[in-house]
């Protein structure tokens, strides 16, 4: 089963303590697609300027993205942002931002992205997310990031954004943010009280919570050495997350699918952030997605020792 | 077999946004020593004044604590702190701190305290944690929590002191502080560079994380919708997490029974953390451990669903 992504496609030029890189291939919907196309097809929805290259075009299509919904302005030039990190990787400094082509984005579906029945709203204006899920109506799954930018600026319009889907990922400090709650559990059961099914809180280093209806399940952070970048770090577990659940079709995920699309989701962003911009995800194999998902589980599992062993 | 602890036993003066106590019995030592007893027999080395009343020693008795080695000075009195938290429970406000009978404190360990086989140093002068860790020649398994004071003031010496245990525990704030490495993976490896076998982070909210022999380890935060007062919290984590290990007596702690003490010492912490100052755990029952012990297994545990069944 396919799932549709709309956000942004970027180029971003990134300075971290371990490195720079100038103009590399980003944006949301870029990471989230090239995560998720290790579980499924993904139909990418955006749009670029002329300065997109066939290059950029090839290196998507080769991971079997569908790039049927991605408009190129002519004369136009694509989004661009430019940000450093310093040594605590948990902060960006925006350098610069262009939107450019980004500025008019009405994004459009093909008769083929509006039957995905999973669907990925990236942070964009709240609005604009409201009518791609308006019009994809074959949508049995709708997931949404968003950011501070929208809680800060249109609230309103982000809250009736998240009463229509069914699974809200965001960071703690936005799901606290958006709730006026500091507390993370009531924090979740207030977007819930709104609509959503599911709620999952990215918490970086430390990890990942999910809160639905099966209860609480909470991952750790995978022990990163190597942190390089954290650029697309969320939207690339929004790819592993949502992909491996549009892969396994299932009208409604099940609490044992639910758990390790949040394994995918971490296992496949703790890559993303070991290299810069897409890099590393470029170079992944299944097999070490697989190899890391086991790690998950030895850095995770306990058992009770029986009393006689005590 | 028995766990010493040595650190402050106070009063302590606490309002949250969810209540306020005057002078309730709190400190390192109590904390650390309530938690503790619901595993093994407990030696308390500390110091009170005469304002410390028969009905706080007979509450620590009465939970099977051993107090011979707590010092009373004529005259003197106990250790004070007045503290206040908004409603990020993360940041408390210190109003207020007389070290009392503390400021002169010596620890003299009994016979019978020199020979427990588990000692937990907590957070106090690196120089007195030193001595005590000397006078302790039984001791086959020995913890240190320190504070950013410490680490600012007496780096050196807490750096000896920490070369001489065998697992170092403190927040994620303080092993990157004390190791000046944001990353705590590389944090953990100076760390355990210096000497200790264990390095747990506690992170609050987010849970705690285990860097030892046998790998990495890591817990998420209980999920808590009434967090009251977190005062105490990282020395209840320790009691649990020590005096499981303690319990089970063995000469080098099985990576199981480190991944069990780990699960032990959050869901101690997390009670502590829905009461006042001591009061959740005081009316604890070992039963209500266990429930929390197996909810965190729920909370935790995933597998992978066989491709067949995707």
Redesign the interface.
């Known amino acids: 089963m396919s799932v549709c992504v709309v956000g942004s496609i970027a180029f971003d030029s990134i300075e971290t303590p371990f490195g720079k890189r100038e103009r590399a291939l980003g944006g949301t919907a870029v990471h989230f697609a090239l995560a998720a196309s290790f579980f499924t097809d993904v139909r990418l929805v955006g749009v670029v300027g002329e300065d997109f290259s066939a290059e950029e075009l090839h290196l998507l299509e080769s991971r079997g993205i569908d790039l049927r919904d991605v408009e190129r302005v002519d004369g136009g030039k694509t989004f661009f942002w430019r940000g450093r990190y310093g040594?605590?990787?948990n902060v960006a400094e925006t350098l610069e931002t262009q939107l450019n082509v980004f500025a008019q984005f009405a994004p459009r579906l093909s008769a083929a992205s509006k039957r995905a029945r999973t669907l990925f709203l990236g942070n964009i204006q709240p609005g604009l997310q409201r009518a791609v899920r308006a019009q994809c109506t074959g949508a049995r799954l709708v997931a949404l990031d968003s950011m501070n930018y929208w809680i800060e600026s249109a609230r309103d319009e982000l809250v009736r954004a998240i009463s229509e889907i069914d699974c809200l990922l965001l960071n703690d400090a936005e799901a606290r943010q958006l709730t006026q709650q500091?507390?993370?559990?009531?924090a979740a059961?207030t977007i819930r009280s709104w609509g959503p099914r599911t709620v999952v809180t990215k918490?970086g280093?430390?990890?990942a919570?999910l809160?639905g209806e099966h209860?609480?399940?909470?991952?750790?952070?995978y022990?990163?050495?190597d942190?390089r970048d954290p650029t697309g770090a969320g939207d690339t577990f929004a790819g592993g997350f949502l992909g491996y659940l549009a892969?396994?079709g299932e009208e409604e995920p099940t609490d044992?699918?639910l758990?390790?699309a949040?394994?995918y989701g971490s296992v496949i962003a703790s890559f993303n952030v070991e290299g810069l911009g897409t890099e590393r995800v470029q170079s992944l194999s299944r097999e070490e997605i697989e190899e890391r998902?086991?790690q998950f589980?030895?850095?995770?599992?306990?058992?009770?020792?029986p009393e006689a062993a005590?």
Chains 1, 2 share one sequence.
């Open positions: 040594y605590d990787l500091p507390n993370l559990v009531r059961r918490l280093e430390y990890g919570y809160f209860g609480f399940f909470g991952l750790p952070g022990p990163l050495e942190a892969a396994r044992d699918a758990r390790c949040m394994t998902f086991a589980r030895r850095f995770t599992h306990f058992e009770p020792i005590r």
